[in-house]
């Protein structure tokens, strides 16, 4: 199970987590990875019940706030989501992706300094994803501020000349 879920192939270790829970049935570890795999699978309502149970055992760990968050925004509750985000930002500051969320959070409701802030500091806790980067390009124009916009996008572009996103704001700067 571990190695399928390790490449990614979440929906070939559901079904062996699911026969190792039933075994081990207060394992963290495992309990946590097959709720991740009920996220992948939009199984939400597993999902949820798992990482609730998890929470109640485990209340900060940033991780368990993070996946609840990333359930509510796949169940269409953005400000529940955002509440959990943050708290997963608070108890860990490193968490580049609860902030790079909470981004995409405040960037749909057009909060853009709000969402600048958010891709900063996922931006500063992983400075290797570029991601973050063209997002805060794109918070920069929608704040008119074209020096930090082209900055960031070629920031984006030098740590990976195939992001999309990057790519796709170049197209349409260039136009």
Same mark, same amino acid.
């Given at each position: ?15 062996? @987590? ?25 199984? @939400? ?6 990482? /609730? $149970? ?6 900060? *760990? ?10 509510? @925004?796949?169940?269409?509750?953005? /400000? ?9 930002? /608070? ?8 902030? #790079? ?8 409701? /057009? ?8 891709? *900063? ?7 290797? $994803?570029?991601?973050? #980067? %063209? ?16 900055? %960031?996008? *070629?920031?984006? @572009? *030098? ?17």
């Amino acid at each position: 199970a571990s190695i399928y879920f390790d490449m990614g192939r979440q929906t070939k270790a559901t079904p062996i @987590l699911e026969r190792v829970l039933h075994h081990r049935p207060r394992d963290p570890n495992i309990r946590s990875r097959l709720a991740v795999c009920y996220l992948m699978a939009d199984r @939400l309502r597993e999902a949820e019940r798992l990482v /609730k $149970d998890l929470q109640r055992e485990s209340p900060n *760990q940033a991780e368990l706030s993070f996946l609840m968050g990333m359930i509510n @925004l796949k169940k269409g509750k953005p /400000k529940n989501a955002l509440k959990e985000l943050q708290k997963a930002g /608070k108890l860990n500051p490193r968490h580049a992706m609860a902030h #790079y969320f909470i981004g995409e959070i405040y960037f749909g409701q /057009k909060k853009w300094k709000h969402a600048l802030a958010a891709y *900063q500091r996922s931006a500063d806790a992983n400075p290797r $994803d570029a991601d973050p #980067y %063209a997002k805060i390009c794109l918070c920069c124009l929608a704040l008119n501020k074209p020096a930090q916009a082209i900055a %960031a996008l *070629q920031r984006a @572009l *030098q740590i990976d000349p195939q992001n999309q996103i990057a790519i796709q704001i170049a197209a349409e700067l260039i136009e």
